[in-house]
Structures are given as structure tokens and as C-alpha cells.
């Protein structure tokens, strides 16, 4: 990230505090990478392609970002309401809500570029203020009155990006601006203009730019006027009221102090509830419930709590019902067990398999699930249940007669996804055959000449070194309709017990029904 400074009229001039500061931060490695990584979140939404494919895609491309929603999809507040482990990142998306996920990675690439800076304390402060703004922020895009409201969240994560940089790199700047604010005697925007040279907003607007984050989340940093404020019109002030609001009730959740959280955020309801439309009921429950989301998004990313105190709430209670009470679960450290055999395959595929089935019954269930949800969620339970390396759903194009790759996962997955394409006349070769017979076929050791015969030249050339893999035809009324294919590098001597293959089969059962029902 390079943060353009200050240009100065008179070259003797003394720097500025911000000056000397961003270029501190333009030293810093890590910041490119993640100003990369939150660009390419936000672009999903925007993107033609499928936004949960992707979205999937982008979060398993990465191992700590995966087991971090994964640990998020399965602590007991989610928990309660599912009754089954998340096992796959398909599945979190279903369960928490597409834009859920997308604001929890975004938050969780935050924390993870800024949580071992020094003077910790102070940073995983405002971290976790960040965090807990961003799901207030999600709660008031679900009641909000305008289309894609769900950028709240975003704007409200990114609201005091100011602030986490400045304890990052200056702490003690930080710390002055601090102790001027606890005299009580002047606001936030005026303590960081006196000492830092700009206000945390505008800081926290350069650093937007240089990441390429939309106008629409960068224009909503900028503060509101004091006052009681009116409904506005359009979007964009709608988005700069909603991440004010969100900064404010978070900063009311962590303050510690006399008084319930709902009696410290009655000055909020003031000036923010005829904007806004909520009350004190809406905002009692809203309390809790950030709250209670807070601590288990800021246990998922192993931010250590320490003396940071968030709200009135007990950590050993559920919405009031002691956890002790709730029926037990897998946790998720049960589910993400890193024992492998040799050939990559979990030891305990078997516990993946029959998460993913039961994943699967609960998305048939509903009835907001798409078809090509459903088919990524079988797609990734195979890849990460039998350990492959690659994976994709192969599907004919009635108008060219080929089978072609619709969706793939795994490693150089989208090269090879390009590639993974075949003629729909009938053949010899081993993807022809187990369509034409309907049965599905688990190689432990490609390399045996009797299957190196049956392997056509398109496969040999596009994934040579392919040694172990699993073919499943999806055929309906003896109807071709394409199959699943998944592979790995290296032979997979453990074999298929019978007990995974019947899963197996299962999951696949589950999507051909769903596929009849259309």
C-alpha cells in the first residue's frame, strides 16, 4: 500500500505527524497483500460469476482464513440453530449468509495483518471494536430500506481502519490522542486533527483508496453532523448514517462503566432512532445480540480477550440459557482433525462424509437453496473429506454435445477447469464408460497399465500426474447428465471402506433427486 503524503508548500516546513507516519506504513509488506485480498472480496459481489462459488473459492484458496470459518460456523451460537458440525465452507455460506462470510473473511484478513503488532493490547481493542461495529453494521443492512444494504457492514468494519492503524504504527501518538479525549474536553475528529495532522476518518480514507475499496464504503467514513439526525434519501448518506451508528453502539458495547448497556446507549437512540427507525425494544435486542456475535467472532480469529470487556453479557450463556444446558455438538476442533493417511485422505473421511450428507439434507430442506449451491456444497465435501486435490462437476452442454467443467475446486483449479472438457460421443475411455454404465469408479493407483489404456489423451495431457482419483456419473432415467471427478498427486493405498462409499453414493443420491426435482 503506498499512502501518498502531504505535499508541502514550504519545503522547510516541519513534517507532519501523519506524514512521517505513512511512510512507516509504506514499509510495511504485509499491508499490499492485504489491501489485495479485501479488493478481491469485495469485487465477488459485484462479479457476473456465480458470488458463492466464488466467494468459496477465495476462502479455501486459504488454509488459516478456511479453519476460521469454519470455527466460526460452528460455535454455539450457530450451532444451536443447525444442530450439525459445519464441515465446509459451502455449507458456512449457507448457513451464516452469504454476506456473513464475506464480511467475517474480510474482518478476519483485518485482525490477521494487525493482531501481533506491538502494544497489543491496544490494537486487539480496536480490532475488536471494528469487528463488533461490522455486525452491528450487518444488522441494520438486514432492516434497512435500501438495495445491496449489506456494504454497511463493510463501511462499518472499516470505520475506525484509522484508528488500528495509527496503534499499529504510532502507539504512542495513539496514546496521547487517547488521553485527549478522556478529558472530556473535545471529540475524536478534533484530538486526531491536533495531533496526528488529519482526522482518524480522512487516515482511514487513504488507506481505503490505495485499496481500491468502492467510493460508496470510503465516502462513509466521513463523520456526520452532531444532533439528532433526519432519514435521508439516498444511499450514500443512508451507508455514512449506518457506519456512524455502528462506530458509536460498538464503542457503547466496549466501554466499561456505570449503568447496563441500555441505559449508556439511550443518547444513540437520541440521535440516530427516527433516522434509522428503531427504538429501544429494536435496540435492546440488538445489544444482545452484538454482543453475544462479538465474542464468538473474536474467539474464531484467537484474539485473546484479556482485560477487554465487552458489554454485560456472560460468556458461559447462550441468550440467556446456560451453555451447559444446550444439547452438545462437535466442536470444531473434533471436526478438523489433521490426522492423514500417506495419500492426503482424512482418518476420518467417514465423520466428513456423514457431516456433509447431513449438511446436505438440512440445504433440501429449505426452501431458499439454489441447485448449483447444492452442487459446490457436494463437490466440496468429496475434496475435503477424501483429502483431494483437485475436484469438479462435469456437465454436458446440450448445445455443443461436450462435457464440459461447471465448477471446480482445489489446487490450479481454474486452469484446470478450462481444460477439463471432453466430446459427448461415445467412447472407451473410462469417463465414457462408467456413464454408459452407471457406476462409479475409485482408482487407488492410476498407474496401472489397465487403467493407463482407458485413460484418454486429453486427461494424460491435462493432469498427468494424476495417480489416485474418483469418477461418479450423474445419470437420470439412463440420461447422461455429466459426473463428478476428483484426484490427487499420489496413490491412495488406504483404498474406499465400505462405510465411505455408501456416503458417498448417498451424496450423490441427494443431488440426482434434487437435479429430477429441477
Not at 324 to 331: F, G, K, T, V
Not at 344 to 369: E, I, N
Request: overall charge negative; glycine content about 6%.
Amino acid at each position: 500500500m503506498t499512502i501518498q503524503a502531504s505535499v508541502h508548500l514550504d519545503q522547510h516546513a516541519p513534517e507532519l505527524p501523519r506524514d512521517r507516519l505513512i511512510k512507516q506504513i509504506n514499509e510495511e509488506s504485509s499491508l499490499p497483500t492485504l489491501g489485495v485480498s479485501i479488493s478481491k472480496v469485495v469485487e465477488i459481489t459485484s462479479s457476473s460469476e456465480d458470488p458463492v462459488a466464488k466467494l468459496a473459492h477465495f476462502v479455501l484458496a486459504d488454509v488459516a482464513l478456511t479453519q476460521k470459518i469454519l470455527r466460526l460456523s460452528n460455535t454455539i451460537h450457530y450451532r444451536t440453530s443447525s444442530g450439525a458440525p459445519v464441515t465446509t465452507i459451502s455449507r458456512a455460506i449457507f448457513l451464516l449468509g452469504f454476506n456473513s462470510i464475506k464480511t467475517s473473511a474480510m474482518a478476519m484478513l483485518l485482525v490477521d495483518c494487525f493482531k501481533d503488532k506491538s502494544h497489543a493490547n491496544s490494537v486487539r481493542r480496536e480490532l475488536v471494536q471494528a469487528l463488533c461495529a461490522s455486525i452491528v453494521g450487518r444488522e441494520m443492512a438486514a432492516r434497512g430500506r435500501f438495495q445491496d444494504g449489506e456494504e454497511a457492514a463493510v463501511a462499518a468494519l472499516f470505520k475506525n481502519v484509522g484508528k488500528i492503524l495509527v496503534a499499529s504504527y504510532d502507539h504512542p501518538l495513539y496514546s496521547r490522542i487517547q488521553a485527549m479525549l478522556q478529558t472530556g474536553k473535545t471529540t475524536s475528529q478534533d484530538a486526531s486533527s491536533t495531533l496526528l495532522g488529519c482526522s482518524y476518518e480522512r487516515f482511514g480514507e487513504m488507506a481505503l483508496q490505495e485499496w481500491k475499496i468502492p467510493d460508496t464504503i470510503i465516502q462513509s467514513l466521513i463523520p456526520l453532523p452532531g444532533g439528532e439526525l433526519k432519514k435521508v434519501n439516498t444511499r450514500a448518506e443512508w451507508l455514512r448514517q449506518v457506519a456512524s451508528f455502528s462506530d458509536a453502539l460498538a464503542t457503547t458495547i466496549m466501554s466499561a462503566g456505570v449503568g447496563t448497556l441500555s441505559e449508556k446507549a439511550k443518547p444513540l437512540l437520541q440521535k440516530y432512532g427516527k433516522a434509522l427507525d428503531f427504538d429501544q425494544a429494536i435496540l435492546d435486542d440488538m445489544l444482545i445480540k452484538v454482543e453475544t456475535e462479538t465474542r464468538q467472532l473474536a474467539k474464531s480469529m484467537d484474539i485473546a480477550m484479556g482485560d477487554i470487556h465487552i458489554g454485560d453479557a456472560d460468556d458461559n450463556t447462550t441468550n440467556g440459557v446456560p451453555n451447559d444446558l444446550l444439547l452438545q455438538n462437535y466442536e470444531a476442533g473434533e471436526i478438523q482433525n489433521d490426522e492423514r493417511h500417506p495419500s492426503g485422505k482424512p482418518k476420518h473421511a467417514r465423520d466428513l462424509l456423514l457431516a456433509g450428507v447431513q449438511d446436505v439434507t438440512q440445504m433440501l430442506a429449505s426452501d431458499s437453496f439454489k441447485l448449483n449451491d447444492l452442487i459446490l456444497l457436494v463437490l466440496e465435501t468429496l475434496y475435503s473429506s477424501m483429502g483431494f486435490r483437485f475436484a469438479t462437476v462435469c456437465l454436458r452442454d446440450l448445445q455443443t454435445v461436450r462435457y464440459v467443467a461447471r465448477l471446480a475446486i482445489g489446487e490450479n483449479y481454474q486452469e484446470r477447469q478450462r481444460g477439463f472438457a471432453f466430446s459427448g460421443k461415445p467412447d472407451q475411455n473410462l469417463f465414457h464408460l462408467a456413464m454408459s454404465n452407471n457406476v462409479d469408479l475409485m482408482i487407488s493407483d492410476a498407474s496401472v497399465p489397465k487403467i493407463q489404456n482407458l485413460l484418454p489423451d486429453w486427461h494424460k495431457q491435462l493432469l498427468p500426474d494424476a495417480r489416485s482419483f474418483i469418477i461418479l456419473p450423474l445419470v437420470i432415467q439412463k440420461k447422461s447428465l455429466g459426473l463428478f471427478y476428483a484426484d490427487r498427486d499420489v496413490n491412495a493405498d488406504e483404498g474406499v471402506p465400505p462405510d465411505e462409499t455408501a456416503l458417498i453414493k448417498t451424496l450423490k443420491s441427494q443431488l440426482l433427486a434434487a437435479m429430477m426435482r429441477g
